[in-house]
């Protein structure tokens, strides 16, 4: 039996194995995802306890009630249209329709489930109506108000971050909604062209030229000599059997990186794609978060994708933005802070702190580091190549006067269809340690990135620097 | 009866206030007070103190942390049962009472009756086994997806559950005896059989649970590896063959990959089950605070589910620590046994309250595809609840027989002292 009695002894231990196995996956998928899963839409418990518990306010950054709860219990939302509409994505809706806003995605601080014990039970005996904590958001609602505006007609979304913090000063997604009209979209959430869909953070957009931003970084990576290496630029590319083009068809000729990047050439950066191959470059994205399922604590962010191409011709495309790389206006707006961060990646933050029953302020904004994609040194050069093409580039509309400007202009192509318009893009930043504010702005078909995008990024700056950021 | 124990007593009051407290929170749950609530748990803390005090009195060897677990666990299950539904509550306390009347018969049955080992009691067990599976099969009702109901006076039982008994005790009995070419091809065509009936009966959960058991009992018992891996082979083929020509179990193994991705339909219980876990959070809701009625089978399979929901997470961790020393508790009775097949017995049991907590707390949590199989103790379910006892019964049974051999070696030892 002393055979028997050690085999025993070893399945006993595989079942402690096994038992070890159960506690670590179920501590580490509640405390991972718990709050995913909690404050999911599909989570009866958040409609059932709207009718226990007075859910807290919503507040922007300087104390501007964005949602409150009057005295019977009925949700009620900033007085002003334009303004609920502006800030329709980041609050979101009470009866569970959109799936990222605050409303839903903070349920659990709003409805107070994240109290303790001792305050549940406090509040249980002392018979008072429970109530959850206030949520004060990042976002400021006159910058955003002006964003939205800004966008004009077209469906799309900017971004505001403070590139040092993580801060979202605003995101804004056209067309917004109204809260007080959610009627009408029922049934309407799956379809992308909804109000319902935050385009900020949900919309994964061809990024065009502004991926020449990783592109660039992986050339200073890899080249030692990046920034006197030439090219020359003869308007068409020819790989195998396509041609990689420049748009317009323009012709840039002999020129280094930092002019390439300043006037966006195509032929350059799709040589130097196709040079350093499929594998660098995917990894490159990699390191600025492509790819990755992003798990952050305040918002629900869809992750962005680079896709290895197989054929040399879609390499050369994919190191220009376009082939099947996708990018969410967020995602893009965090690669510009961590350049302008000196390559420091800080993880989005839309919580400035929680104010619980009786007025404390907890959980307060702790920036925290995404990651490091690039050294302090190439971030730097990346930053003065950007200044350069705001100051003679193809970004020149998106200069501020007062602030040292740096940028990139992107015009995705989304169709084979010539009659329609190209995306146009712009990611930039402020070069001033003091005003560390960084922008990132879509317009679905709208035209090009330097004539359309621009000029709202500028714009957005401008009010930011009339608010004192 | 040289030795004496330790007094378990502060264990025992520390679970009285708990499970006293707990049916305090349940009554003050509705104005004015629910008295029933209150006399339900002084009745079930009355009756669980007076079992273990006679069954320690009548039993002297028995294994105490064995008995108090399976009554802990118990008590936790009856706690959740009267919050969700009180009328079930009451039921489960009627079927938690034939358990421990069916305990105490398991465990004279195995302490004072040799027979078990018996090569013609052997062959009628494992007839008899097939037989009642067969029977469900042909005349059974089906219940959650699973035909493994049977119906008997008006009331319907479960046979897989009382097969578990019969299996682990031809196993037992095969394993003891020296290694036969003959005897271990009946054993595996007795073994093939009933995870066939099994899985026709689409209760994949127990066609695990038997799986894993009988892996566990060759491998421990004849000690042959090359054994186990053939065995290995085949159930991994089998599992294979049914994953290619049965719709539900692929159906369970994708919604397992991805529940959300079929929330409104399928993944619907997997993903409830989660939020659950994740609405509790560290110190949970609170008993009755919660919403777990969303959740189908709350209170049989998903019973996990809203144990963390309301107690939390921590709760739910000590929950998984109360198995574990119930493991530890079961395989020491089988390291202490005298004869194989005690050992293999023991361990038989052990092993089955071990991969059956493991495989619907697993499942629920979605560590593993989830399987429908009742938690021990804790789900609701006369037959589960029954048979679980009965499995206690036996491990105290070998504990008993343990104990008084050992008894009878100090006594040999003292009276040849000079």
């Not at chain 1, 009630?65 to 249209?81: F, H, I, M």
């Amino acid at each position: 039996m002393i055979l028997q009695k050690r085999n025993i002894r070893i399945m006993l231990t595989v079942f402690m194995a096994l038992f070890a196995g159960l506690t670590v996956y179920l501590a580490y998928s509640v405390l991972t995802y718990g709050e995913r899963w909690a404050t999911n839409p599909y989570n009866p418990r958040i409609a059932s306890q709207k009718s226990q518990v007075k859910a807290g306010d919503i507040l922007d950054r300087n104390g501007v009630t964005l949602a409150t709860t009057d005295a019977k219990g009925n949700r009620v939302y900033t007085p002003d249209a334009q303004v609920r509409k502006a800030l329709s994505s980041v609050v979101g809706d009470s009866s569970g329709m959109t799936t990222s806003g605050a409303e839903t995605f903070m349920a659990n601080y709003l409805l107070g489930f994240n109290d303790s014990v001792i305050e549940r039970f406090y509040q249980e005996i002392t018979g008072a109506k429970r109530e959850g904590s206030d949520a004060v958001l990042t976002v400021d609602s006159t910058l955003s108000t002006h964003a939205y505006n800004l966008l004009g007609n077209y469906r799309g979304a900017a971004v505001v971050m403070n590139y040092q913090t993580g801060e979202i000063l605003a995101s804004v997604s056209k067309p917004g909604f109204d809260p007080y009209n959610l009627s009408q979209y029922k049934g309407d959430t799956d379809n992308e062209d909804s109000p319902l869909v935050n385009r900020a953070t949900m919309g994964r957009y061809t990024p065009g030229s502004v991926f020449k931003l990783i592109t660039a970084a992986a050339a200073l990576e890899y080249y030692p000599d990046a920034l006197t290496r030439t090219y020359t630029c003869k308007g068409e590319l020819p790989v195998g059997e396509t041609v990689i083009t420049d748009a317009n068809g323009e012709v840039h000729g002999k020129l280094d990186l930092k002019r390439a990047f300043a006037v966006s050439c195509n032929n350059t950066f799709a040589t130097i794609g196709m040079d350093l191959g499929a594998d660098r470059l995917k990894a490159e994205a990699e390191k600025f978060g492509f790819n990755n399922n992003f798990l952050f604590g305040d918002l629900l962010l869809y992750s962005s994708s680079y896709k290895s191409p197989t054929k040399k011709s879609d390499l050369g495309w994919s190191a220009v933005g376009q082939y099947k790389d996708l990018v969410t206006p967020l995602h893009m707006c965090m690669i510009t802070a961590a350049v302008a961060n000196d390559g420091v990646m800080m993880e989005p933050k839309l919580l400035k702190h929680l104010v619980n029953v009786r007025g404390y302020d907890y959980q307060e904004l702790k920036p925290a580091e995404y990651g490091r994609p690039l050294s302090a040194k190439n971030a730097k050069t990346l930053q003065d190549m950007m200044v350069l093409a705001v100051q003679s580039g193809t970004g020149s509309r998106a200069r501020v006067a007062g602030w040292t400007v740096g940028g990139k202009t992107g015009t995705a192509e989304v169709s084979e269809d010539e009659d329609v318009s190209p995306n146009a893009w712009f990611v930039g930043f402020v070069k001033d340690e003091g005003h560390p504010i960084c922008v990132a702005v879509v317009l679905e078909n709208a035209g090009s990135g330097g004539s359309k995008a621009a000029p709202v990024a500028a714009g957005i700056l401008k009010k930011a620097k009339e608010l004192g950021y | 009866m040289g030795r004496k124990k330790p007094s378990a007593a502060a264990l025992l009051f520390i679970i009285m206030v708990f499970e006293l407290s707990a049916f305090v929170l349940l009554s003050l749950r509705v104005q004015p007070i629910d008295l029933g609530a209150i006399l339900f748990g002084v009745m079930m803390v009355g009756v669980f103190i007076l079992q273990y005090a006679l069954v320690n009195h009548f039993f002297p060897y028995i294994d105490r942390y064995i008995l108090i677990i399976a009554n802990m666990l118990a008590a936790v299950g009856l706690i959740v049962q009267y919050r969700l539904n009180p009328e079930i509550a009451f039921k489960q306390a009627g079927w938690l009472a034939l358990g421990m009347i069916a305990m105490v018969f398991a465990l004279l049955g195995v302490w004072k009756l040799a027979v078990w080992q018996k090569r013609r009691v052997t062959y009628i067990l494992a007839g008899g086994g097939i037989l009642l599976l067969a029977l469900t099969l042909l005349m059974g009702r089906s219940a959650g997806g699973a035909t493994s109901w049977f119906s008997v006076l008006g009331s319907t039982f479960q046979p897989s559950e009382f097969v578990k008994l019969i299996f682990v005790a031809v196993l037992a009995a095969v394993f003891a005896q020296p290694l036969q070419k003959r005897r271990l091809l009946l054993c595996f065509g007795f073994c093939g059989a009933m995870l066939g009936l099994l899985v026709l009966q689409r209760d994949l959960g127990a066609a695990l649970l038997y799986a894993g058991t009988f892996l566990i009992l060759l491998y421990v018992g004849t000690n042959k590896l090359s054994l186990v891996g053939l065995s290995l082979i085949g159930l991994g083929g089998g599992a294979y063959a049914s994953y290619r020509l049965f719709d539900h179990v692929r159906v369970r193994v994708a919604i397992w990959q991805n529940p959300w991705a079929a929330y409104e339909s399928q993944g619907y219980q997997i993903v409830q089950g989660l939020i659950a876990l994740a609405s509790g959070g560290l110190l949970g809701m609170g008993l009755g605070l919660g919403a777990p009625n969303v959740i189908p089978a709350y209170h049989t399979d998903f019973i996990f589910a809203v144990i963390c929901e309301e107690f939390g997470l921590i709760f739910g961790v000590a929950m998984i620590a109360f198995y574990v020393i119930f493991i530890v508790r079961g395989a020491l009775i089988a390291l202490n046994a005298k004869t194989r097949f005690d050992m293999l017995l023991a361990f038989g049991c052990t092993s089955m309250i071990t991969l059956q907590s493991f495989i619907i707390i697993g499942g629920v949590i979605k560590l593993i595809p989830l399987t429908g199989i009742t938690l021990p103790f804790v789900s609701y379910g006369g037959s589960s609840m029954i048979v679980c006892m009965m499995l206690v019964g036996v491990l105290q049974g070998i504990a008993a027989r343990n104990g008084q051999a050992e008894d009878e070696m100090l006594e040999q030892m003292e009276g040849n002292r000079p």
